[in-house]
């Protein structure tokens, strides 16, 4: 039987216009209108095409366009200009998180969030839950504290609502390609990095994906991998998709795989911040680890996790 592969074709980037792509792979972009200006001038049509997404942009890019932006003067002094305050932005010294009582938080806050609204261009989101993440993401890049967040990552995101002749409601799906999107993927080597969570009598795996939001990692859980079976694959396919007991697996991914994730990466917080319920999960799963690692007795754990947690709704 013959093995089909899917093949990402995309230009080649000249050495000069190289910042470009990293500064795609970083949202900072989407609060610097410098930045989108300059996207734009790439290419105006295809970035409204592209719904303002500088990463699909460039490998949609004719090679022709991108050798002639390489050639011109003034696209270039602007591109440097602009690549100079993404890295000034990058490497102040003189931040709340520097010099202030910012500066004083050694292990990171962890803030969890079922939704995420960064960016039109990264449909993970369904309204005003995902975009107060977003921004307390930014604050938290501006600021610069020690700050990491973590999400899930949906296939499907959440559907695009439009409206028939007859005035009826119809939801559109979508289908992300994760390779269009400003994310990449955690690995250790040549493998992805995984985490196992235990749901009901099997083992779900989920893959990690890093997007960076200025000084900020967001750290995005995603179950659809080989791994995991054809059901357990559909857990990440849709924000707030499905029954009750998807709903039920979610949450657990979300709180309980997001505590493994960040143990995963190394990464220690002092501070775990739920927004909303739907990482309640993580409050049992610290839980437990606190009574299997530090043999505390339940109640002593309950007090030792409660003292670490922050909930806002």
């Known amino acids: ?50 719904n303002h997404n500088p990463v699909r942009m460039l490998q949609l890019s004719r090679q022709s366009r991108l050798e002639e932006l390489s ?32 500066s004083t938080i050694k292990n990171p806050i962890a803030y969890f969030s079922a939704e995420f609204g960064f960016h039109e261009s990264i449909p993970n989101y369904s309204g005003g ?3 107060l993440a977003s921004d307390h993401c930014k604050s938290a890049s501006d600021l610069d504290l020690n700050f990491v967040a973590i999400g899930l990552l949906y296939r499907h995101g959440y559907f695009r609502q439009q409206i028939d002749k007859e005035g009826i409601q119809e939801a559109i799906n979508l289908n992300q ?18 985490v196992s969570v235990p749901i009901l009598d099997r083992d779900v795996f989920a893959k990690l994906w890093e997007l960076r939001v200025g000084r900020v990692s967001v750290y995005l859980l ?5 791994e995991n079976s054809a059901e ?22 979300l709180g309980i795989g997001g505590v493994k994730a960040l143990s995963a990466l190394g990464i220690q917080p ?15 799963e610290r839980i437990r680890l606190n009574v299997i690692q530090k043999k505390l007795d339940f109640y ?7 003292a670490a947690n922050i909930f806002t709704t």
């Open 1 to 50: 039987m013959p093995t089909f592969q899917t093949y990402n074709v995309t230009p080649t980037l000249p050495a000069t216009l190289e910042p470009l792509r990293e500064m795609s792979f970083n949202l900072w972009w989407t609060w610097e209108p410098s930045a989108r200006r300059l996207f734009r001038h790439l290419d105006p049509e295809l970035w409204n095409r592209t």
């Open 71 to 102: 050639q011109d003067k003034t696209f270039l002094r602007e591109l440097k200009q602009v690549f100079e305050a993404f890295e000034k932005y990058l490497g102040r010294k003189d931040t709340y998180g520097k010099t202030g009582a910012g």
């Open 129 to 131: 839950l995902g975009i």
């Open 177 to 194: 390609n994760f390779h269009h999107l400003p994310i990449r993927e955690v690995r250790r080597g040549d493998m992805s990095s995984l």
């Open 222 to 226: 995603d179950t659809d991998t080989p």
């Open 232 to 253: 357990d694959r559909l857990i990440t396919a849709e924000l707030y998709g499905g029954d009750l007991e998807m709903r039920m697996r979610q949450e657990i991914m």
């Open 270 to 284: 002092d501070v775990f911040h739920m927004n909303e319920g739907h990482s309640a999960f993580l409050a049992l």
């Open 300 to 306: 002593s754990a309950l007090q030792v996790v409660a």
